[in-house]
């Protein structure tokens, strides 16, 4: 049995690092107090004889042998990296959720049959660079390394240089290397456990999604002598896309999501009309047919609505993935452990992605959710109790060894 | 004559204070930036002989005593600050043709019969604390030294703190004192003069303006976990109050103004639905009355819209001011000057606030415009040729002199 306490206490060390006034943590990937958080991490691993290594997109390994050197490894985890405003649980727990299981198997004794490998994957929040899952993405072969390194925060520092800043640019290559299964233990970020009182949830898949970087490009020009006729304002015209998102997502119900969460306005002045927006899009659903045609459609009647507005509109497409299903075996561990354990339990597909949507393009893989308090999210005030972190622990302990073991 | 070689001089020397790479200026008030201009002008006064004051608001004005003791001085003059990515001759054109006017007095040995006061005015442009014609807004007695002191840029850093900072919080009280006549040239702006091919426009108010600052508060939560039922977005609420700002300014024709300039929003994550957004709503007309039911209606339409959506609305009110007509005897001596000179010249009203309006609440005020290419301003590409910035001076020199001198 894990111990639940000391997940907790690990929980509550690891929150301390980037902890905000509010109650929650802003640990941005490849910033300092990311480095803080890794070094944590790390010297827990070694603690518990774990070798650590790192490869050339920072994802870290901590590796426990098994007994026959043959098998493939069994891997679990998550991130250490938080949104801007961003709670203490998400992709933590996974995380230390992991570092509980080396800890128990040490405690007791036990060594598995196949190896295991702990992870924790760089930038799965995408909040700086503007691809989430993105140390997963080139491990996976989703992507190549060169375009990750490439990729600019709004300071314009690039991946490479934010990994050569807090010393995480290792030396192992940043591919995906023959592994058996993939765990991710996360908490839902959604309000289906709690609302039903389940204690897991059996992710069975993500939905699929498609995300682009937009820009607006009017006429910077003086806000009390430009008559409307003049104008080439590209806030207008990004406010009357920000509204096309909205409605997109709306008509397609509840299973619809469409956001956009980050705006950057030129010159930003309040007496002068805008000449420039740049702003994120994102859209996602179960279906991925669903998804294509958002990327279909909203391209053209964006278009149509920054033409409308005298202003240029520049769409580039981040990425876009289908939705993602997990394997059945591994899913059946999970529904295994969970009924074994007697825990409440339901499947489920994911909202968020996650870095198990990359990984399972690789290796056989399964998530674990457990509740959060209203379902909420990248927010500070993002809550879960320590119990629901025990029992989601748990589940993670007995999949694993059971399929190391088997 | 004024020396139009000398004063495009002037203004080139001006304009590498802040240049920015596409040939404008970021000379912002209260900055490094703005301290380097302000030494540079103060140092050219001293060389004429002039004595150079500052007072507790950071306004500076440079004096030339007159042949009568008794007579209350002329002043004249603009400012120096500019917005984030400005032009080159928005606020310098006024205080560098008043340094002409000077520098010609001297060249001629003429002595006024009044004494003449050159004046650069803290802040005009209102883009980092949120007030334009501020300097002249505590000098008029508009509102009290101390609220100019508490407003705050997006930093965080007060006008009273950023005016130590740079050594502009002067020993002179900042508060009107006795004027026989304020003159301000300035560029146009705006498109008309270009347009009539005229060389000067006979100022003869300006149009009234309401400006706000708005915050609405929704709740943060994940992009990809919230549905559309569960979502308090705080920028879609935004971008449909900007929405209404364009249509309530169009409902008025090519009279109307209505802009949403400056946009802030938290956490601004692509993946994080906004919990909050902070936004300037202005809006202008030459018709008091217009102005007087856009400040009613707007706050009454904004909040509809925002609970639509679910989301809270603050809206403060930063200033609002009438119509402000010019001195009909000072705009006549700009006129007279036009028609001696010889000037294509024609009657406007302005649409940008200047100091000009204050001032008008305390000392008779005229202003003088001059065409600028495309009617561009707030913008780096802002351009004039060296003869319209010199008939402008022309101008402002006869006026100036007739007025000192009757
Ligand atoms: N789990 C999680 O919040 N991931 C961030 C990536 C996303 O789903 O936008
Ligand atoms: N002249 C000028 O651009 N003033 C800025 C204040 C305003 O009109 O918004």
């Known amino acids: 049995r894990i111990d639940g306490r000391r997940l907790w206490d690990s929980l509550m060390a690891m929150a301390e690092i980037g902890a905000t006034p509010k109650g929650g943590v ?20 070694e603690a518990l004889g774990l070798k650590v290594r790192v490869d050339a997109i920072g994802n870290m390994f901590a590796r426990r042998e098994g007994r026959d050197p043959g098998r493939k490894p069994v891997m679990f985890g998550s991130h250490l990296d ?67 390194y490439g990729l600019r925060d709004v300071e314009g520092v690039s991946v490479s240089e934010a990994l050569d800043a807090i010393g995480y640019k290792g030396p192992e290559p940043a591919q ?62 990004t406010a009357r896309i920000i509204d096309l998102v909205d409605r997109m997502m709306r008509a397609r119900g509840e299973d ?45 009647e964006a278009e149509a609505i920054a033409r409308g507005c005298g202003v240029g509109l520049e769409l580039t497409e981040l990425f876009r993935f289908a939705h993602q299903p997990f394997d059945p075996e591994c899913v059946d561990l999970v529904r295994q452990a969970a009924a074994r354990l007697g825990y409440g339990a339901r499947e489920i597909v994911s909202g968020a992605g996650h870095d198990a949507v990359y990984v399972a393009r690789r290796v056989p893989t399964a998530m674990i959710f457990t509740p959060c308090k209203d379902g909420l999210s990248h927010n500070e005030a993002e809550s879960i109790l320590p119990e629901e972190a025990e029992a989601g622990a748990q589940v993670l302990f007995e999949a694993v060894v059971a399929r190391a073991n088997r």
Chains 1, 2 share one sequence.
Not at 31 to 43: N, P, S
């Open 82 to 148: 938080s949104q801007p405003s961003g709670g203490k649980f998400d992709g933590a727990l996974g995380v230390l959720a992991g570092l509980e299981v080396m800890r128990t198997l040490n405690d007791l004794g036990l060594v598995t049959e196949a190896p295991l490998e702990l992870v924790n994957w760089t930038d799965e929040e995408g909040s700086r660079f503007g691809h989430s899952l993105m140390g997963s993405g080139v491990w996976a072969g989703v992507y190549p390394l060169e375009k990750a």
């Open 26 to 45: 802003r640990r941005l990937t490849l910033t300092d107090v990311d480095r803080r958080g890794r070094q944590r991490f790390a010297e827990w691993c």
């Open 256 to 300: 619809g999501r469409g956001t956009v969460g980050f705006v950057q306005v030129l010159p930003n002045s309040r007496n002068v009309v805008p000449g420039e927006v740049r702003f994120s899009v994102e859209f996602r659903h179960p279906d991925t047919a669903e998804i294509e045609r958002l990327a279909a459609e909203f391209p053209r």
């Open 176 to 237: 995906s290397f023959p592994a058996d299964a993939y765990f991710e233990l996360h908490i839902e970020q959604g309000p289906i456990l709690e609302r039903e009182g389940k204690q897991i949830g059996i992710v069975t898949g993500a939905q699929a999604q498609v995300w682009w970087d937009a820009v607006c490009t009017g006429r910077d020009s003086h806000a009390g002598t430009t008559p409307p006729s003049a104008r080439k304002d590209a806030l207008v015209a």
